[in-house]
């Protein structure tokens, strides 16, 4: 019964975790845009205008709630509720650590679910969330809106292809689909991004694109569709839309952190674990959190480095975009599996 | 496009490179009510209405400044000065309400050069703030006047002559 408890308490405290990241990345992403443009930011609603978030959350809620006389109205809400449920489900077979060891107690792992499917997982559940921008945009009974949820959607299935066929790669290499199996592989420095830069790559550049992030942000485009799906919406629900994109920055730099930059390892951590303490049981757990803490840099690492992004390169156009994808990144994907192939094959016959 | 252009990514290292310099670049922000701009000694800014040595407000309601105002941002009621106010109007008409719209006034300076009296000056380190209601906009006298105990606070006011 305790492990129960203790499972539910993780799966709470992951939840909050990954909704706290969500509302301040809007504040940083305002910081960080502000600082790229050589401006300051907010900066006046609580020291450092740190309550921000909270302001525009409750701007949010006082706008008017409006919905388009002729739309779907049980659609028109699905959308967002959609978009908004997938992103948090997604965050859920992320390893966040280790295990946790105390006396009595079996194994605790800083988890919520643990699966072996957990990479397909990922994917299945993020592909539903094309669905709310879908449902949204179709539901307004808006040209534009129309516009970009197919822009969403098309865009999204290209990508996804590339994104697929780069983990393939990864697969090839750990054998496993579980999250936790592939952290565990990349003991200590021993991290994925050497074995497949080019991989990486592909990665983050559909991810990106899954995203929704400039360059790749076409389904939004204000130049040319108005506000794209979300152009009817408003109130919350516009802010759902919006609080579910960075829900999904924040499980995309999961994903990549895990995949190929270690996850949980850091360099010396097998080191520290025997040098650090006499009891083997404190020493585990004092890594583990150092871990977890080491997780959530390289994860910040690349909530940043999205926003980096988003404030210095310009859209693509969506030619660009889908040559880009069907063209460039879904042969450099198959290129990068038969390199991977032929590098496990050599490895074999020299006894690697 | 050569090959190296079409991997789009040196150049997008080139971007994040330059947005990055940026990044730690001195801002250039003012944060606006708490620090100011500089500003010149020319600079036409809130209205101030001038009392004379002896503390006598100057304007005599002529209307001059109304009339020269492009943007008929002026307005005023003249009053005749009793017996025993000598020492609060210079002159035998004074002004009993004398108001400024601060929403139409461009500030252009043209009612001070019409002001035969000198009473109405432009002052150059005062702006009109921003407010919540347009009412609060309409300076009446109790804004523009110079306070009485001008004393020490006369060197605070600066003029643009
Ligand atoms: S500064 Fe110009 S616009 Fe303003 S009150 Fe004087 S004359 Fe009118
Ligand atoms: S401020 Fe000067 S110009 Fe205007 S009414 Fe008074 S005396 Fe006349």
């Known amino acids: ?352 | 496009m050569t090959m190296a252009e079409k991997m789009y990514l040196p150049a997008v290292f080139q971007g994040l490179s330059i947005t990055m310099r940026h990044f730690f670049k001195k801002k250039a922000t003012i944060q606006y009510p708490e620090q100011q701009r500089p500003i010149g000694k020319e600079f036409r800014g809130l209205h101030v209405l001038r009392r004379d040595e002896q503390n006598r407000e100057r304007c005599t309601a002529c209307g001059l400044c109304a009339v020269a105002c492009p943007a008929e941002a002026i307005t005023m009621v003249a009053g005749e000065r009793k017996k025993g106010e000598e020492n609060l109007y210079r002159e035998e008409k004074y002004a009993v309400t004398y108001e400024i719209n601060m929403l139409r006034c461009i500030f252009c300076g043209l009612c001070e050069e019409a002001c035969p009296k000198e009473a109405v000056f432009l002052q150059n380190n005062k702006m009109a703030p921003p407010r919540y209601e347009r009412d609060e906009f309409i300076y009446g006298k109790d804004r523009l006047l110079e306070p009485l105990d001008a004393g020490n606070s006369k060197e605070n006011i600066k003029y643009r002559y």
């Not at chain 1, 924040?250 to 650090?276: K, Q």
Request: charge should be neutral.
């Open chain 1, 1 to 352: 019964m305790p492990i129960l408890a203790i499972q539910a308490l993780i799966i709470v405290t992951i939840f909050g975790i990954t909704l706290l990241i969500a509302t301040y990345s809007t504040y940083a992403e305002r910081k960080v845009a502000a600082f790229l443009q050589d401006r300051i930011g907010p900066n006046r609603a609580g020291p450092f205008g740190l309550a921000q978030p909270l302001a525009d959350a409750v701007k949010m809620f006082f706008k008017e709630e409006f919905i388009p006389a002729k739309s779907n109205k049980w659609l028109f809400i699905a959308g967002p509720s959609l978009a908004m449920l997938t992103a948090c489900m997604s965050s859920a077979v992320i390893p966040f650590g280790n295990t946790l060891r105390f006396d009595g107690l079996p194994e605790i792992r800083l988890q919520a679910i643990e699966v072996n499917i957990g990479m397909l997982y990922i994917f299945g559940v993020v592909s539903l969330g094309v669905y709310g921008v879908m449902i949204g945009g179709w539901a307004s009974n808006n040209k534009f809106s129309l516009l970009g949820a197919v822009r969403a959607a098309s865009q999204n299935i290209s990508y996804e292809l590339a994104m697929g066929l780069s983990i393939i790669a990864i697969l090839m290499m750990t054998g496993t689909l579980s999250l936790r199996e592939i952290s565990l592989q990349q003991h200590g420095f021993n991290w994925n991004i050497w074995y497949q830069p080019l991989g990486f790559i592909i990665f983050l550049v559909c991810a990106f694109a899954e995203t929704n992030r400039t360059p790749f942000d076409l389904p939004e485009c204000e130049t040319e569709l108005i506000g794209g799906y979300h152009t009817e919406y408003s109130s919350m629900k516009l802010g759902l839309y919006l609080f579910a994109e960075y829900i999904n920055i924040f499980v995309a730099s999961a994903v990549m952190s895990t995949l190929y930059f270690g996850g949980f390892n850091f360099p010396g951590m097998d080191w520290l674990e025997a040098h650090i303490s006499s009891d083997p049981l404190l020493a585990h757990n004092i890594v583990t959190i150092l871990g977890t803490v080491v997780l959530f840099g390289k994860i910040f690492f690349f909530i940043f480095f999205f926003m980096w992004v988003r404030w210095t390169l310009p859209r693509f156009r969506y030619d660009q975009l889908m040559n880009l994808g069907w063209k460039i990144l879904i042969p450099l994907a198959i290129l990068n599996i038969v390199l991977t192939g032929g590098g496990i094959l050599l490895g074999e016959k020299l006894g690697w």
